[in-house]
Protein backbone atom coordinates (compact mmCIF):
# COMPACT_ATOMS: atom_id res chain seq x y z
CA UNK A 1 0.00 0.00 0.00
CA UNK A 2 2.80 2.27 0.40
CA UNK A 3 1.09 4.26 3.96
CA UNK A 4 4.09 6.30 3.47
CA UNK A 5 3.59 7.96 0.47
CA UNK A 6 -0.09 8.76 0.84
CA UNK A 7 0.99 10.49 4.17
CA UNK A 8 3.21 12.87 2.57
CA UNK A 9 0.67 13.19 -0.49
CA UNK A 10 -2.05 14.16 1.93
CA UNK A 11 0.70 16.01 3.90
CA UNK A 12 1.06 18.67 0.87
CA UNK A 13 -0.90 18.03 -1.95
CA UNK A 14 -4.39 19.26 -2.91
CA UNK A 15 -6.11 16.89 -5.50
CA UNK A 16 -8.49 17.59 -8.69
CA UNK A 17 -12.00 17.29 -8.02
CA UNK A 18 -11.66 15.86 -4.72
CA UNK A 19 -12.91 16.91 -1.42
CA UNK A 20 -9.81 16.06 0.71
CA UNK A 21 -11.65 15.62 3.52
CA UNK A 22 -13.13 12.19 1.84
CA UNK A 23 -9.58 11.58 1.47
CA UNK A 24 -9.83 10.67 5.43
CA UNK A 25 -12.12 7.41 4.72
CA UNK A 26 -10.80 7.12 0.72
CA UNK A 27 -7.06 7.71 0.60
CA UNK A 28 -5.35 8.24 -2.85
CA UNK A 29 -4.04 4.85 -3.76
CA UNK A 30 -0.27 4.88 -4.71
CA UNK A 31 0.59 3.78 -8.69
CA UNK A 32 4.32 2.26 -8.53
CA UNK A 33 4.50 1.79 -12.04
CA UNK A 34 1.94 0.87 -15.42
CA UNK A 35 2.57 -1.17 -18.07
CA UNK A 36 -0.72 -1.96 -20.91
CA UNK A 37 -3.77 -1.76 -20.02
CA UNK A 38 -2.89 -2.20 -15.83
CA UNK A 39 -1.41 0.20 -13.04
CA UNK A 40 0.35 -1.68 -10.51
CA UNK A 41 0.53 -0.51 -6.72
CA UNK A 42 3.59 -0.80 -4.48
CA UNK A 43 2.42 -4.36 -3.30
CA UNK A 44 2.51 -5.85 -6.74
CA UNK A 45 -1.47 -5.27 -6.75
CA UNK A 46 -3.05 -4.25 -10.70
CA UNK A 47 -5.81 -1.80 -11.39
CA UNK A 48 -7.43 -2.32 -14.95
CA UNK A 49 -7.31 1.19 -16.38
CA UNK A 50 -10.63 0.81 -17.88
CA UNK A 51 -10.61 4.92 -17.94
CA UNK A 52 -7.13 5.33 -20.38
CA UNK A 53 -6.43 8.01 -16.92
CA UNK A 54 -8.78 10.35 -17.57
CA UNK A 55 -9.46 9.28 -21.09
CA UNK A 56 -5.78 9.93 -22.27
CA UNK A 57 -3.75 7.09 -22.73
CA UNK A 58 -4.24 5.15 -26.43
CA UNK A 59 -1.71 2.67 -27.37
CA UNK A 60 -0.98 1.61 -23.06
CA UNK A 61 1.06 2.43 -20.93
CA UNK A 62 4.94 1.93 -21.24
CA UNK A 63 5.17 1.63 -24.84
CA UNK A 64 8.44 1.09 -25.72
CA UNK A 65 8.42 3.39 -29.11
CA UNK A 66 6.51 6.48 -27.19
CA UNK A 67 8.89 6.39 -24.31
CA UNK A 68 11.92 6.08 -26.91
CA UNK A 69 10.75 9.15 -28.62
CA UNK A 70 10.39 11.24 -25.69
CA UNK A 71 14.05 9.84 -24.56
CA UNK A 72 15.61 10.53 -27.48
CA UNK A 73 13.76 14.39 -28.17
CA UNK A 74 14.55 14.89 -24.35
CA UNK A 75 18.14 14.48 -24.87
CA UNK A 76 18.26 16.62 -28.14
CA UNK A 77 16.07 19.59 -27.23
CA UNK A 78 14.20 19.79 -24.42
CA UNK A 79 12.12 23.50 -24.41
CA UNK A 80 12.44 26.77 -26.70
CA UNK A 81 9.87 29.64 -27.33
CA UNK A 82 7.75 28.87 -30.23
CA UNK A 83 7.66 32.50 -31.13
CA UNK A 84 10.64 33.67 -33.35
CA UNK A 85 11.69 29.47 -32.88
CA UNK A 86 10.25 26.40 -34.66
CA UNK A 87 11.78 22.78 -34.24
CA UNK A 88 11.20 19.53 -35.95
CA UNK A 89 8.86 17.77 -33.88
CA UNK A 90 6.29 20.57 -33.75
CA UNK A 91 6.49 20.79 -38.08
CA UNK A 92 6.53 16.89 -38.23
CA UNK A 93 3.40 17.04 -36.01
CA UNK A 94 1.56 20.12 -37.84
CA UNK A 95 2.15 17.46 -41.20
CA UNK A 96 0.83 14.72 -39.34
CA UNK A 97 -1.93 16.26 -37.67
CA UNK A 98 -2.94 17.95 -41.11
CA UNK A 99 -3.21 14.81 -43.21
CA UNK A 100 -5.00 12.83 -40.70
CA UNK A 101 -7.60 15.73 -39.93
CA UNK A 102 -10.95 16.05 -41.34
CA UNK A 103 -10.36 18.27 -44.66
CA UNK A 104 -10.82 21.50 -44.79
CA UNK A 105 -8.40 22.28 -41.63
CA UNK A 106 -5.25 23.34 -42.91
CA UNK A 107 -3.51 24.97 -39.51
CA UNK A 108 -2.42 23.78 -36.54
CA UNK A 109 -1.91 26.50 -33.18
CA UNK A 110 -0.52 24.35 -29.96
CA UNK A 111 -1.30 24.80 -26.50
CA UNK A 112 -0.68 22.24 -23.55
CA UNK A 113 -4.17 21.01 -22.58
CA UNK A 114 -8.03 20.55 -23.27
CA UNK A 115 -9.28 23.58 -21.78
CA UNK A 116 -6.82 26.21 -23.57
CA UNK A 117 -7.16 24.21 -27.09
CA UNK A 118 -10.85 24.93 -26.37
CA UNK A 119 -9.97 28.63 -24.88
CA UNK A 120 -8.16 29.16 -28.30
CA UNK A 121 -10.91 28.40 -30.32
CA UNK A 122 -13.46 30.47 -28.81
CA UNK A 123 -11.11 33.31 -29.06
CA UNK A 124 -9.64 32.78 -32.20
CA UNK A 125 -13.77 33.07 -33.43
CA UNK A 126 -14.57 36.28 -31.67
CA UNK A 127 -11.34 37.93 -33.35
CA UNK A 128 -12.29 35.96 -36.56
CA UNK A 129 -15.72 37.88 -36.73
CA UNK A 130 -13.88 41.27 -36.00
CA UNK A 131 -11.02 40.98 -38.29
CA UNK A 132 -13.51 40.32 -40.75
CA UNK A 133 -15.56 44.04 -39.67
CA UNK A 134 -18.71 41.93 -37.57
CA UNK A 135 -17.67 42.78 -34.40
CA UNK A 136 -21.19 42.41 -32.81
CA UNK A 137 -20.33 38.46 -33.03
CA UNK A 138 -19.44 37.93 -29.61
CA UNK A 139 -21.11 35.03 -28.01
CA UNK A 140 -21.36 31.21 -28.14
CA UNK A 141 -23.73 28.86 -28.81
CA UNK A 142 -23.52 25.40 -27.01
CA UNK A 143 -25.05 22.28 -25.50
CA UNK A 144 -26.79 22.08 -21.80
CA UNK A 145 -24.96 19.12 -21.32
CA UNK A 146 -21.06 20.00 -22.57
CA UNK A 147 -18.20 19.93 -20.54
CA UNK A 148 -15.23 21.44 -22.35
CA UNK A 149 -12.87 22.62 -19.53
CA UNK A 150 -12.22 24.62 -17.02
CA UNK A 151 -10.55 27.78 -18.12
CA UNK A 152 -13.25 30.53 -17.54
CA UNK A 153 -14.11 30.58 -21.61
CA UNK A 154 -14.51 26.72 -21.42
CA UNK A 155 -16.37 26.53 -18.24
CA UNK A 156 -18.79 29.74 -20.01
CA UNK A 157 -19.83 26.98 -23.16
CA UNK A 158 -20.71 23.67 -20.76
CA UNK A 159 -23.57 23.19 -19.13
CA UNK A 160 -24.26 24.34 -15.35
CA UNK A 161 -23.01 21.94 -12.60
CA UNK A 162 -21.13 20.86 -10.02
CA UNK A 163 -17.76 21.77 -11.61
CA UNK A 164 -18.88 25.34 -12.26
CA UNK A 165 -21.47 26.30 -10.06
CA UNK A 166 -18.57 28.40 -7.49
CA UNK A 167 -17.79 30.23 -10.58
CA UNK A 168 -20.98 31.31 -12.16
CA UNK A 169 -20.17 35.46 -11.42
CA UNK A 170 -17.24 35.10 -13.58
CA UNK A 171 -18.74 33.24 -16.53
CA UNK A 172 -20.07 34.80 -19.84
CA UNK A 173 -23.16 33.82 -20.86
CA UNK A 174 -23.62 31.30 -23.32
CA UNK A 175 -26.66 30.26 -25.54
CA UNK A 176 -27.14 27.04 -24.24
CA UNK A 177 -29.29 24.31 -26.12
CA UNK A 178 -30.89 21.25 -25.31
CA UNK A 179 -28.69 18.05 -25.65
CA UNK A 180 -29.17 15.27 -27.95
CA UNK A 181 -29.78 12.97 -25.00
CA UNK A 182 -31.77 10.31 -26.70
CA UNK A 183 -32.64 8.16 -23.05
CA UNK A 184 -33.99 11.28 -21.62
CA UNK A 185 -35.14 13.01 -24.29
CA UNK A 186 -38.45 15.47 -23.62
CA UNK A 187 -40.58 14.70 -26.69
CA UNK A 188 -39.69 10.96 -26.33
CA UNK A 189 -41.13 11.07 -23.15
CA UNK A 190 -44.58 12.62 -24.27
CA UNK A 191 -44.98 9.31 -26.69
CA UNK A 192 -44.09 11.18 -29.61
CA UNK A 193 -41.24 9.85 -31.87
CA UNK A 194 -37.95 11.28 -32.84
CA UNK A 195 -38.64 14.90 -34.00
CA UNK A 196 -35.17 16.25 -33.29
CA UNK A 197 -36.45 18.50 -30.88
CA UNK A 198 -32.87 19.12 -30.02
CA UNK A 199 -32.20 20.10 -33.44
CA UNK A 200 -35.17 22.66 -34.18
CA UNK A 201 -34.73 23.79 -30.18
CA UNK A 202 -30.72 25.18 -32.05
CA UNK A 203 -32.32 26.44 -34.97
CA UNK A 204 -34.94 28.75 -33.00
CA UNK A 205 -32.22 30.43 -31.32
CA UNK A 206 -29.94 30.55 -34.53
CA UNK A 207 -33.12 32.23 -36.28
CA UNK A 208 -33.35 35.33 -33.38
CA UNK A 209 -29.36 35.56 -32.22
CA UNK A 210 -27.18 34.33 -35.36
CA UNK A 211 -26.49 37.93 -35.43
CA UNK A 212 -24.33 37.97 -32.46
CA UNK A 213 -23.35 34.41 -32.67
CA UNK A 214 -19.80 33.59 -32.89
CA UNK A 215 -19.49 29.49 -33.12
CA UNK A 216 -21.32 26.95 -32.05
CA UNK A 217 -19.25 24.51 -29.78
CA UNK A 218 -20.16 20.78 -29.81
CA UNK A 219 -18.69 17.95 -28.42
CA UNK A 220 -18.68 15.68 -31.94
CA UNK A 221 -21.10 11.92 -31.15
CA UNK A 222 -20.30 11.88 -27.36
CA UNK A 223 -20.45 13.90 -24.66
CA UNK A 224 -18.03 13.09 -22.48
CA UNK A 225 -18.19 14.07 -18.97
CA UNK A 226 -22.01 15.27 -19.38
CA UNK A 227 -22.68 11.51 -19.25
CA UNK A 228 -21.65 9.46 -21.93
CA UNK A 229 -24.49 10.29 -23.73
CA UNK A 230 -23.80 8.88 -27.40
CA UNK A 231 -25.82 10.60 -30.20
CA UNK A 232 -27.18 9.97 -33.76
CA UNK A 233 -24.59 11.12 -36.97
CA UNK A 234 -27.66 12.90 -38.37
CA UNK A 235 -27.28 15.63 -35.48
CA UNK A 236 -23.88 16.35 -35.90
CA UNK A 237 -24.51 17.28 -39.58
CA UNK A 238 -27.88 18.91 -38.98
CA UNK A 239 -25.75 21.27 -37.19
CA UNK A 240 -22.82 21.83 -39.30
CA UNK A 241 -25.69 22.26 -41.60
CA UNK A 242 -27.33 24.76 -39.27
CA UNK A 243 -24.08 26.55 -38.85
CA UNK A 244 -23.70 27.09 -42.86
CA UNK A 245 -27.06 27.89 -43.17
CA UNK A 246 -26.96 30.98 -40.08
CA UNK A 247 -23.23 31.86 -40.96
CA UNK A 248 -21.59 30.70 -37.63
CA UNK A 249 -18.56 28.73 -37.14
CA UNK A 250 -18.21 25.33 -35.92
CA UNK A 251 -16.44 24.20 -33.10
CA UNK A 252 -15.92 20.54 -32.76
CA UNK A 253 -14.01 19.93 -29.63
CA UNK A 254 -12.80 16.49 -29.92
CA UNK A 255 -10.04 16.05 -26.77
CA UNK A 256 -12.09 13.67 -25.18
CA UNK A 257 -12.65 11.74 -28.86
CA UNK A 258 -9.83 12.55 -31.34
CA UNK A 259 -7.17 9.97 -32.02
CA UNK A 260 -9.46 6.60 -32.34
CA UNK A 261 -11.59 6.22 -29.17
CA UNK A 262 -14.64 5.79 -31.32
CA UNK A 263 -13.31 3.98 -33.67
CA UNK A 264 -11.98 6.69 -36.25
CA UNK A 265 -9.43 8.93 -36.22
CA UNK A 266 -11.84 11.69 -34.96
CA UNK A 267 -15.55 11.36 -34.09
CA UNK A 268 -16.80 13.82 -37.04
CA UNK A 269 -15.90 11.45 -39.62
CA UNK A 270 -19.15 9.39 -38.49
CA UNK A 271 -20.87 11.75 -39.56
CA UNK A 272 -18.78 12.94 -42.39
CA UNK A 273 -18.78 16.49 -41.09
CA UNK A 274 -15.59 19.17 -41.62
CA UNK A 275 -15.66 21.86 -38.83
CA UNK A 276 -14.42 24.91 -39.19
CA UNK A 277 -12.00 24.40 -35.84
CA UNK A 278 -11.16 21.26 -33.87
CA UNK A 279 -9.91 21.21 -30.72
CA UNK A 280 -7.59 18.04 -29.86
CA UNK A 281 -5.86 17.18 -26.61
CA UNK A 282 -5.47 13.73 -24.20
CA UNK A 283 -5.03 11.14 -26.93
CA UNK A 284 -2.64 13.37 -29.06
CA UNK A 285 0.66 12.02 -26.91
CA UNK A 286 -1.50 8.82 -25.80
CA UNK A 287 -1.26 10.14 -22.75
CA UNK A 288 2.02 10.81 -21.83
CA UNK A 289 2.94 14.22 -22.12
CA UNK A 290 1.05 17.42 -21.77
CA UNK A 291 -0.27 19.07 -25.27
CA UNK A 292 -3.01 20.48 -27.02
CA UNK A 293 -4.11 22.35 -29.86
CA UNK A 294 -6.63 23.98 -32.37
CA UNK A 295 -6.69 23.55 -36.07
CA UNK A 296 -8.51 25.88 -37.89
CA UNK A 297 -9.18 26.30 -41.96
CA UNK A 298 -7.32 28.37 -44.62
CA UNK A 299 -10.41 30.84 -43.97
CA UNK A 300 -9.57 31.55 -40.38
CA UNK A 301 -5.90 31.79 -40.76
CA UNK A 302 -6.89 34.48 -43.81
CA UNK A 303 -8.48 36.48 -41.46
CA UNK A 304 -5.63 36.65 -39.39
CA UNK A 305 -3.10 37.01 -41.72
CA UNK A 306 -2.05 41.01 -42.74
CA UNK A 307 0.34 43.62 -42.43
CA UNK A 308 1.19 44.22 -38.31
CA UNK A 309 -0.36 47.78 -38.56
CA UNK A 310 -3.89 46.22 -39.29
CA UNK A 311 -4.15 44.53 -35.90
CA UNK A 312 -5.61 41.12 -36.85
CA UNK A 313 -2.32 39.16 -35.10
CA UNK A 314 -3.41 36.91 -32.95
CA UNK A 315 -2.08 37.71 -29.26
CA UNK A 316 -2.48 35.03 -27.45
CA UNK A 317 0.21 31.85 -26.08
CA UNK A 318 1.41 29.15 -23.40
CA UNK A 319 5.53 28.88 -22.35
CA UNK A 320 4.94 25.36 -23.07
CA UNK A 321 3.23 25.88 -26.38
CA UNK A 322 4.94 23.34 -28.59
CA UNK A 323 7.12 21.67 -26.16
CA UNK A 324 9.39 19.87 -28.54
CA UNK A 325 9.54 16.81 -26.35
CA UNK A 326 5.71 16.37 -26.24
CA UNK A 327 5.33 16.75 -30.24
CA UNK A 328 7.81 14.20 -30.48
CA UNK A 329 5.74 11.54 -28.36
CA UNK A 330 2.74 12.98 -30.40
CA UNK A 331 4.18 11.86 -33.55
CA UNK A 332 5.15 8.77 -32.61
CA UNK A 333 1.67 7.85 -31.11
CA UNK A 334 0.31 9.05 -34.33
CA UNK A 335 2.63 6.66 -36.26
CA UNK A 336 1.41 3.53 -34.07
CA UNK A 337 -1.71 3.97 -35.29
CA UNK A 338 -0.79 2.49 -38.77
CA UNK A 339 1.74 0.46 -37.79
CA UNK A 340 -0.07 -1.42 -35.34
CA UNK A 341 -3.45 -1.31 -37.35
CA UNK A 342 -5.51 0.72 -34.13
CA UNK A 343 -8.51 1.89 -35.50
CA UNK A 344 -9.04 -2.28 -36.45
CA UNK A 345 -8.30 -3.36 -32.82
CA UNK A 346 -10.55 -0.89 -31.90
CA UNK A 347 -12.86 -1.92 -33.89
CA UNK A 348 -12.63 -5.78 -32.22
CA UNK A 349 -12.72 -3.92 -28.65
CA UNK A 350 -16.40 -2.57 -29.81
CA UNK A 351 -17.55 -5.53 -30.43
CA UNK A 352 -16.58 -7.30 -27.12
CA UNK A 353 -17.82 -4.32 -25.62
CA UNK A 354 -21.28 -4.16 -27.40
CA UNK A 355 -21.52 -7.61 -26.54
CA UNK A 356 -21.09 -6.82 -22.72
CA UNK A 357 -23.07 -3.73 -22.94
CA UNK A 358 -26.39 -5.87 -24.31
CA UNK A 359 -25.88 -8.43 -21.25
CA UNK A 360 -25.84 -5.27 -18.59
CA UNK A 361 -29.12 -3.81 -20.44
CA UNK A 362 -30.58 -6.49 -19.26
CA UNK A 363 -29.64 -5.93 -15.13
CA UNK A 364 -32.37 -4.94 -13.37
CA UNK A 365 -31.37 -1.02 -12.19
CA UNK A 366 -29.52 -0.42 -15.41
CA UNK A 367 -31.43 1.86 -17.41
CA UNK A 368 -29.62 2.80 -20.57
CA UNK A 369 -26.50 1.13 -22.08
CA UNK A 370 -24.39 3.21 -24.97
CA UNK A 371 -21.44 3.03 -26.97
CA UNK A 372 -18.95 3.78 -29.81
CA UNK A 373 -15.88 2.95 -30.42
CA UNK A 374 -13.89 2.08 -27.09
CA UNK A 375 -16.36 3.82 -25.53
CA UNK A 376 -19.77 2.31 -23.88
CA UNK A 377 -21.78 3.57 -21.08
CA UNK A 378 -24.33 2.04 -18.36
CA UNK A 379 -26.77 4.48 -16.82
CA UNK A 380 -28.16 2.81 -13.20
CA UNK A 381 -31.34 4.17 -12.27
CA UNK A 382 -33.69 3.23 -9.57
CA UNK A 383 -36.62 2.32 -11.33
CA UNK A 384 -35.92 0.63 -14.74
CA UNK A 385 -39.42 1.23 -15.95
CA UNK A 386 -39.75 5.04 -15.64
CA UNK A 387 -35.71 5.80 -15.70
CA UNK A 388 -36.22 7.37 -12.05
CA UNK A 389 -32.28 8.12 -10.96
CA UNK A 390 -30.99 7.12 -7.41
CA UNK A 391 -31.15 9.73 -4.92
CA UNK A 392 -28.07 12.19 -4.98
CA UNK A 393 -27.39 11.53 -1.66
CA UNK A 394 -26.93 7.61 -2.20
CA UNK A 395 -23.91 8.44 -3.90
CA UNK A 396 -24.20 5.35 -6.06
CA UNK A 397 -21.14 6.88 -7.84
CA UNK A 398 -19.15 6.47 -5.17
CA UNK A 399 -20.44 2.90 -4.21
CA UNK A 400 -19.31 1.49 -7.54
CA UNK A 401 -16.22 2.78 -7.55
CA UNK A 402 -14.92 1.08 -4.27
CA UNK A 403 -16.71 -1.91 -5.84
CA UNK A 404 -14.59 -2.17 -8.63
CA UNK A 405 -11.28 -1.54 -6.49
CA UNK A 406 -12.44 -4.44 -4.94
CA UNK A 407 -12.17 -6.08 -8.69
CA UNK A 408 -8.89 -4.16 -9.67
CA UNK A 409 -11.46 -2.55 -11.75
CA UNK A 410 -10.35 1.05 -11.80
CA UNK A 411 -14.25 2.75 -12.37
CA UNK A 412 -14.87 6.20 -11.77
CA UNK A 413 -18.85 6.76 -12.31
CA UNK A 414 -20.23 10.08 -13.85
CA UNK A 415 -23.10 10.60 -11.70
CA UNK A 416 -24.80 7.05 -12.31
CA UNK A 417 -23.28 6.50 -15.10
CA UNK A 418 -20.69 3.53 -15.07
CA UNK A 419 -18.40 3.95 -18.01
CA UNK A 420 -15.41 2.31 -19.75
CA UNK A 421 -13.20 4.20 -21.66
CA UNK A 422 -10.72 1.60 -22.69
CA UNK A 423 -7.26 2.27 -24.20
CA UNK A 424 -7.40 1.06 -27.71
CA UNK A 425 -4.20 -1.89 -26.55
CA UNK A 426 -6.87 -3.84 -24.26
CA UNK A 427 -7.12 -7.77 -25.79
CA UNK A 428 -10.05 -9.88 -25.83
CA UNK A 429 -9.10 -11.62 -22.94
CA UNK A 430 -7.84 -8.82 -20.65
CA UNK A 431 -11.94 -7.29 -21.89
CA UNK A 432 -13.38 -10.75 -20.85
CA UNK A 433 -11.86 -10.57 -17.45
CA UNK A 434 -12.91 -6.35 -17.39
CA UNK A 435 -16.40 -7.58 -18.25
CA UNK A 436 -17.28 -9.97 -15.74
CA UNK A 437 -15.41 -8.40 -12.92
CA UNK A 438 -18.00 -5.59 -13.56
CA UNK A 439 -20.99 -7.43 -13.75
CA UNK A 440 -20.60 -8.29 -10.29
CA UNK A 441 -20.26 -4.69 -9.76
CA UNK A 442 -23.25 -3.50 -11.20
CA UNK A 443 -25.34 -6.36 -10.34
CA UNK A 444 -24.39 -5.23 -6.77
CA UNK A 445 -26.04 -2.01 -7.20
CA UNK A 446 -30.06 -2.15 -6.38
CA UNK A 447 -32.87 0.30 -5.24
C1 LIG B 1 -14.52 17.29 -24.44
C2 LIG B 1 -13.52 17.89 -23.51
N1 LIG B 1 -13.04 19.11 -23.75
C3 LIG B 1 -12.12 19.70 -22.96
C4 LIG B 1 -11.65 19.05 -21.83
C5 LIG B 1 -10.64 19.72 -20.94
O1 LIG B 1 -9.40 19.12 -21.08
P1 LIG B 1 -8.28 19.33 -19.93
O2 LIG B 1 -8.74 18.54 -18.76
O3 LIG B 1 -7.03 18.79 -20.55
O4 LIG B 1 -8.20 20.79 -19.67
C6 LIG B 1 -12.13 17.77 -21.54
C7 LIG B 1 -11.65 17.06 -20.34
O5 LIG B 1 -12.17 16.07 -19.91
C8 LIG B 1 -13.08 17.18 -22.39
O6 LIG B 1 -13.59 15.97 -22.14
Redesign the pocket.
Same mark, same amino acid.
Given at each position: MNEGLVKRDLAFNWHPYTQMKDCETNPPIPIQRAEGIKLFDYDGNFYYDTISS *? *?CNVHGHSHPAILEAIRTQAGRLDHIPFAGFTHEPAVRLAEQLIRIAPAGLSRVFYSD???? /??EVALKMALQFWSNKGRPLKTSFMSLDRA??? @?TVG /?MSVSGGSAYNAAFRSIMFPSHRVPSPYCYRCPSAAEGGRCSFFCLSSAEDVLKEHSENIAAIIL?PMLM? /?GGMIVYPAYYLKGMRDLARKYDVLLIL @?E? /??GFGRTGRMFASEHADVEPDMM?V??GITSGYLPL?ATLVSRDIYDAFYDVHSAGKTFYHGHTYTANPVACAAAVRSIELFDEEDTLARTAEINVTLKAFLDVAAAFPNVGDTRGIGAVGAIEMVKDKETGEPFPPDRRVGLEIYRKGLEENLVLRPLGDVIYFFLPLCAKKGELEDIFERSARVIASVTS
Open positions: *W *WNGST /AVYHG @D /AEG /A @DV /ATCSKG
